[in-house]
């Protein structure tokens, strides 16, 4: 690969190189005229044949020829940078279509290759901030929406007690899923601006977990599921709260994609110089374009749209989990559940 430096230096070259070749030219050609001009007769007629006069026609003759030539022979080395800066023109109108091709220019590939990398980075950020901003304001409008038709519903005079009970239980399941939204979305914006972990400490990961899973008892008794907990004692050096939000998360999913009586398992491993610690379910599992699109914000799979979610929690999971410098993977089958498995460093 050729560096900067250097092309640099190749690039001065080239250019000195069609300036110096433009000079050349013009001398020759217009020294070629002139002696045409001067076997001729023309010159004779129209002058003293001098060496002033000799000057004089060199130097207009220079001038002329050197322009013409300086355009016919300057497009070729300035189109591919006058593509260059079209190019770029064309990254601040939002346009990241466009793709730069020097295959006949080696010391420029380099640059184009840069550039194309950055304009398709780029297209992919627009396209997760149209998908975060649409998905968003969904999320947010789905439970508003049914807070005011509901509200609304308990203006009349004509509804049963009944009703009214269950009229205000919506709301407030609505009003409880809008406030999760916002406090996940806090929470994910807190830590895709973190850079560091300022509050590492050590303490057992193993407790950590089994106190989320006593938290969210409730929910998996509700569903009669059945525990295989695996859990030696073991210690872990790094931010306490944030790893919490990682287990009550992929806690919560396992349990709300389980079936009434399914099978929820939680182990940890020591691996040596990493824990893996995994989270599994038996429920409706996923195909493979959920399983690569899952800790996108704000991504629901379809079995995902069918259950109490926003899409957010997966997120944080994965940017906490990075933070500790460790990777989260996903294995699932349609039907058949889906296991978790966060990779820690030790």
């Excluded at 406090?183 to 407790?207: F, G, P, R």
């Excluded at 691996?271 to 690569?292: H, N, R, V």
Aim: hydrophobic share 45%.
């Amino acid at each position: 690969m050729i560096t900067t430096k250097k092309q640099q230096r190749i690039l001065s070259m080239l250019f000195t190189g069609v300036v110096f070749s433009v000079i050349l030219l013009s001398m020759i050609i217009t020294g070629l005229i002139i002696l045409i001009l001067f076997r001729a007769g023309v010159l004779n007629e129209l002058a003293p044949p001098n060496i002033g006069t000799i000057i004089l026609w060199m130097l207009g003759l220079s001038t002329v020829i050197g322009s013409v030539l300086a355009l016919l022979v300057g497009k070729a080395p300035l189109r591919p940078i006058n593509q260059i800066i079209e190019a770029i023109k064309a990254l601040g109108r939002g346009d990241f279509s466009l793709r730069l091709n020097f295959n006949n220019f080696p010391i420029l590939i380099d640059i184009a290759e840069s550039y194309n990398k950055a304009a398709t980075e780029l297209g992919k950020t627009e396209m997760l901030r149209a998908d975060f901003v649409n998905n968003f304001s969904h999320a947010f409008k789905t439970p508003i929406v049914s807070i005011q038709g509901f509200a609304t519903l308990l203006g009349t005079a004509d509804l049963s007690a009944e009703e009214r009970k269950e009229y205000l239980d919506i709301i407030a399941v609505e009003s409880s899923r809008l406030a999760t939204l916002a406090t996940n979305v806090l929470s994910l914006s807190k830590v895709e601006n973190q850079t560091i972990l300022a509050d590492k400490k050590v303490y057992d990961l193993s407790e950590q977990i089994r106190s989320a899973i006593l938290l969210l008892a409730p929910k998996w008794e509700e569903k009669q599921l059945e525990l295989a907990i695996e859990l030696p004692d073991c210690n872990y050096c790094g931010s306490k709260d944030l790893l919490g939000e990682v287990w009550i998360n992929l806690l919560d999913n396992a349990i709300k994609f389980s079936p009434v009586g399914g099978k929820l398992g939680v182990s940890v491993f020591d691996l040596g110089k990493k824990l893996a610690i995994t989270i599994s379910d038996t429920g409706c599992g996923m195909d493979e374009e959920t399983q690569k699109q899952i800790f996108n914000k704000f991504y629901q799979g379809e079995t995902a749209n069918a259950t109490a979610g926003n899409g957010v929690g997966l997120a944080i999971v994965a940017k906490v989990v990075a933070l500790h410098e460790g990777t989260i993977t996903v294995e699932s089958n349609v039907g058949c559940g889906s296991r978790f498995i966060v990779y820690l460093p030790k």
